[in-house]
């Protein structure tokens, strides 16, 4: 069954408009970003120019002007697509350049994808500001998950809905090969070595196989540092986190205190934003076979999902009183309890309550959990 995704049928909208901005699609490797401009240029009445700079040898700049002059030449209203345009050097000047020339003129629909915001964003703040809308592609939910291959929650939990590899899964050595390999790999060693320097590669690599190990769950960075073969220090492994997660691998949670600083200065919890990256270095079954291993794994897929619908995302703890995750909006400030089976000390939610009384308290069982899961509001379930 195909899958149309919901920022696939947004972007559709957006070219189909009068108004002329950048569409910028971020997210991670293998979410469908591709697939969904495919979907698109299928069903688009007019000329497309579609590249990639995902290329053993990063193209120059001259590159892209290459391509949108080609877009020119196929006439006025061309949809232009330029996938992992980060990786150029000095893209963002030359797409304001040429974005600039034909704005009046409306000649072209442009859109740009990459997989590594933070070096993409960086170029959009820098010389693209009020030309551009950004557009997230998150990590396939349990719903598309279950309606594209019939997956339940247990197999969701184990192989993350990575689409790519879901014919691989009835072969678990074979899956985990794939998702090391074609996903993992590719994303530490070509999209973030290629664009940002990090000096000891090995130690990069050794980091995030370590933050997988630690998923949903609060970890110091010296107590990282003392797993690490290699030798670094805790700001290298802090600029490493960063990194991941401007690659949509991980997020780090910062402790909630109602203080900046303090969030700032807190062990991060880690939560890795696909379960399939967690269960490729061990053995996925283990979410059937292990109840605790399946609450930790279902923690951290909520906390995915919380992630993937809010900026505002943290934890709490006061000694042994802790709240797994403090979500804040606009209007809403929530307090989250997970009820998944894992064998929990003790309760802090109604001490966080009584310190931050203005909070709305939430218990998340499995039932409300599996609803967030299939991409159900945090307000709805």
């Excluded at 010389?127 to 197999?155: I, M, P, Q």
């Excluded at 995915?304 to 606009?330: I, M, P, S």
């Amino acid at each position: 069954m195909e899958i149309i995704r919901d920022f696939a049928k947004v972007l559709e909208a957006r070219l189909q408009e009068n108004l002329n901005f950048i569409q910028v699609v971020l997210g991670p490797r293998q979410a469908g970003k591709t697939t969904a401009l495919k979907q698109i240029i299928a069903r688009w009445s007019g000329q497309v120019q579609m590249v990639s700079a995902d290329e053993s040898s990063v193209p120059s700049a001259d590159w892209i002007e290459l391509n949108w002059k080609i877009a020119r030449a196929k006439g006025t209203g061309t949809l232009l697509i330029i996938d992992e345009i980060q990786k150029i050097p000095e893209w963002s000047q030359t797409v304001k350049r040429l974005f600039d020339e034909d704005r009046a003129a409306r000649r072209l629909k442009v859109v740009l994808l990459g997989s590594a915001s933070l070096m993409l964003q960086k170029g959009l703040a820098d010389s693209l500001a009020g030309r551009y809308e950004v557009l997230h592609a998150g990590h396939w939910n349990l719903k598309e998950c279950r309606l594209a291959f019939n997956w339940d929650l247990n197999t969701f939990l184990k192989f993350g809905g990575y689409p790519a590899a879901a014919e691989l899964i009835t072969d678990v050595r074979r899956w985990k090969d794939f998702i090391n390999r074609s996903i993992i790999e590719p994303v530490l060693l070509k999209d973030l070595l290629s664009v940002v320097p990090v000096h000891k590669p090995a130690l990069f690599r050794q980091t995030f196989l370590l933050s997988l190990a630690y998923p949903a769950m609060e970890v110091s960075l010296q107590k990282m540092l003392g797993q690490l073969q290699e030798s670094g220090n805790a700001s290298t492994i802090k600029h490493y986190l960063e990194l991941f997660e401007a690659a949509y691998l991980i997020k780090t949670l910062q402790k909630y205190s109602g203080s900046d600083v303090r969030k700032r200065g807190s062990s991060p919890k880690i939560v890795p934003l696909n379960t399939g990256l967690v269960n490729a270095q061990r053995n996925p079954l283990d979410v059937d076979d292990n109840p605790d291993w399946f609450g930790r794994i279902f923690e951290c897929a909520v906390g995915a999902a919380l992630c993937q619908q809010f900026d505002d995302v943290y934890y709490w703890r006061d000694g042994n009183d802790e709240v797994d995750f403090v979500v804040k909006t606009e209007n809403r400030f929530y307090a989250i309890e997970m009820k998944s089976g894992r064998i929990r000390r003790t309760s802090g939610l109604a001490k966080f309550i009584q310190r931050y009384p203005e909070c709305t308290p939430m218990v998340i069982d499995l039932e409300k959990g599996t609803r967030l899961l299939e991409g159900m509001a945090l307000n709805e379930i």
